[in-house]
């Protein structure tokens, strides 16, 4: 506060000293020569300098208490312009002239400011300009994705308030993903529900926390009391905290919450650079605050703890992403012409990005471009980018074949339950069996999960849903081999005849389908789906069957027909 109050006093005491002429401007008076004429005209200057001060140091202080803006002296560029104009008209003789340069200079730099963005653009792309790559590694169909979506999970956790302690003193705040002693959790702070309420509370009780991967996980409450968060009022509001504490970093994006591994929370917030004058943004490090007792850290990128897995904002990233698809060939280019123009998804779940883990649970953004062209639901390309480093890959996919884009797979979804109304909500592109394929939770008009839908990016006519990720990536695995696609990431499976005997048969409801998996007397083992075979469901132990399968190499070999000999 007290950096605050010492910054107005100056700033007041600089403006005062612009804006009281030393010199008034008079009318013309009467001379023998009916010559112009500048006089003095006495006048208590001192006082007006004071009260001027005092005046402006409000303002000042007002303005930065209530807006949390840096306090970088280019901050002021709007306030000298006003302030050099009225100094420029008020003034006369060699101190207007004084003034009026002062307003020149003031204009001209507002100038520079407000133009920065034509300019700069190259400097913005290559402050993000990506590594390029053709496809993602292959997931690993072991391992369950953080697949749970936010909404679904916000709901639950609703429901679950009346865990929270004097419950109508509080609301749920933001929901964020992360990783929490080694499991994928979301997120969400208990905050206040008005001033009043932060009045007599004084303190949040705690946060919520539930699986992002399991969604019959149910909602937990964990205590830990919160002074200074989102929604405080004051000096204990976190992003004002942070401003008094740090007064000339330049931050982006909003203040999150991330849990350590012992279940203590912690909000961090993005800090960075200007590209150029004060326009654009390139991350630099984070700051964190203790919300129990205000304690605030600063950190670099490379510094960061551990346990913060998105050091880098969702908000950072969507800009990165814009920078990157819109200035590829600069400012104008992007306006008119657009060549090699690519236009970020708007579908992700926090600031148009998707957080999502890879398989040693390091955090990755997620984002899918497009054309700008209207009507065009294909995919150009898509980016990860590291939640801890800020440094981000872009994926262009086959060249050969054709991606739909996120819209594209929510519009499938969409027609293919359109009598129940359900939609798709967070979908992500993964490299499922070596294919290119969106993972897209399905939830009803009310934000209850339904299923899990999968869909090939290149050949949207392979479609599965199931009840939970594993069951649509099985369903998901025959259908890429019923439809002779690289499973595996290997060329294509060639087909063989065998006559066999069941020995063991094992049944799996999964979706609207049954898996039928089965031993044969010669020690192989097959798996085939009554949506290929309805029949196959019939299928018990000592029948005799005449199967068409898939040599992939695999534990269980994808059957495509089948003819049970024993039911003939």
Do not use: C
Not at 119 to 140: L, P, S, T
Not at 347 to 370: C, L, Q, R, W
Not at 497 to 525: H, M, P, Q, W, Y
Not at 548 to 554: K, S, V, W
């Amino acid at each position: 506060m007290f950096n605050l109050i010492l910054f107005s006093i100056i700033v007041g005491v600089i403006f005062s000293l612009v804006i009281v002429p030393f010199i008034l401007s008079t009318q013309k008076k009467p001379s023998v020569d009916e010559a112009k004429a500048t006089v003095r005209v006495p006048f208590n200057r001192g006082a007006a300098i004071v009260v001027v001060a005092i005046l402006s140091a409000i303002v000042v202080f007002v303005f930065y208490y209530t807006t949390n803006m840096d306090r970088n002296w280019t901050s002021l560029w709007i306030a000298f312009l006003i302030v050099t104009f009225l100094g420029a008209i008020s003034a006369g003789g060699k101190d207007r002239q004084l003034k009026l340069v002062l307003f020149l200079g003031s204009l001209a730099f507002g100038a520079y400011i407000l133009s920065a963005p034509l300019f700069n653009a190259d400097k913005k792309y290559k402050a993000v300009e990506m590594d390029q790559q053709v496809e993602i590694k292959a997931f690993d169909e072991t391992k369950t994705p953080a697949s749970v979506p936010p909404k679904f999970a916000r709901n639950k956790m609703k429901k679950a308030f009346g865990q929270v302690p004097n419950t109508s003193y509080y609301e749920l705040g933001s929901l964020q993903i992360q990783k929490v002693d080694g499991k994928f959790v979301y997120i969400a702070p208990v905050e206040f529900s008005g001033f009043f309420k932060w009045w007599n509370a004084k303190t949040t009780p705690g946060y919520f926390t539930m699986s992002a991967t399991d969604s019959s996980d149910n909602p937990k409450f964990v205590k830990a009391e919160m002074a200074y968060t989102p929604s405080s009022f004051f000096h204990e509001e976190v992003e004002r905290h942070i401003r008094m504490k740090m007064p000339n970093l330049i931050f982006y994006g909003d203040v999150q919450l991330e849990i350590d591994d012992d279940g203590k929370p912690h909000y961090i917030r993005s800090y960075g650079e200007f590209i150029s004058a004060r326009n654009g943004f390139d991350v630099k490090g984070i700051v964190t605050v203790d919300p129990a007792n205000g304690d605030v850290k600063k950190y670099s990128l490379a510094d960061v703890p551990d346990f913060i897995d998105g050091a880098v904002s969702p908000e950072a990233v969507s800009l990165q992403n814009s920078y990157f698809g819109n200035y590829v060939h600069g400012f104008w280019n992007s306006v008119v012409g657009k060549k090699d123009v690519k236009l970020p998804s708007d579908e992700g779940t926090e600031a148009n990005v998707s957080p999502i883990f890879d398989e040693k649970g390091h955090m990755y953004y997620f984002t899918d471009f497009t054309s700008p062209k209207e009507g065009v639901d294909s995919m150009l390309g898509y980016a990860l980018t590291d939640g801890k480093t800020g440094e981000a890959t872009y994926y262009t996919g086959n060249l050969e074949e054709s991606y739909m884009d996120s819209q594209g797979a929510l519009q499938i979804i969409e027609k293919k339950f359109i009598e129940k109304k359900w939609s798709g909500e967070m979908p992500v592109l993964y490299n499922f069996y070596g294919e290119a394929s969106w993972l897209t939770p399905v939830l009803d008009s009310n934000g209850f999960l339904q299923n899990y839908f999968i869909v090939s990016a290149a050949n949207p006519e392979i479609s599965v849903f199931g009840n939970t990720p594993n069951e649509a990536l099985k369903l998901y695995k025959t259908a890429l081999q019923r439809g002779s696609s690289n499973v595996g990431g290997s060329s294509s499976a060639e087909e063989a005849k065998a006559a066999v005997t069941v020995v063991r048969v094992f049944k799996e409801r999964v979706g609207d389908f049954t898996l039928v998996s089965f031993l044969a007397d010669d020690g192989r083992n097959f798996i085939v789906s009554s949506e290929t075979v309805p029949l196959a469901i019939y299928i018990q132990e000592g029948d005799k069957l005449a199967v068409t399968y898939l040599e992939t190499g695999e534990l269980f070999l994808p059957v495509k027909e089948l003819t049970n000999v024993s039911m003939e």
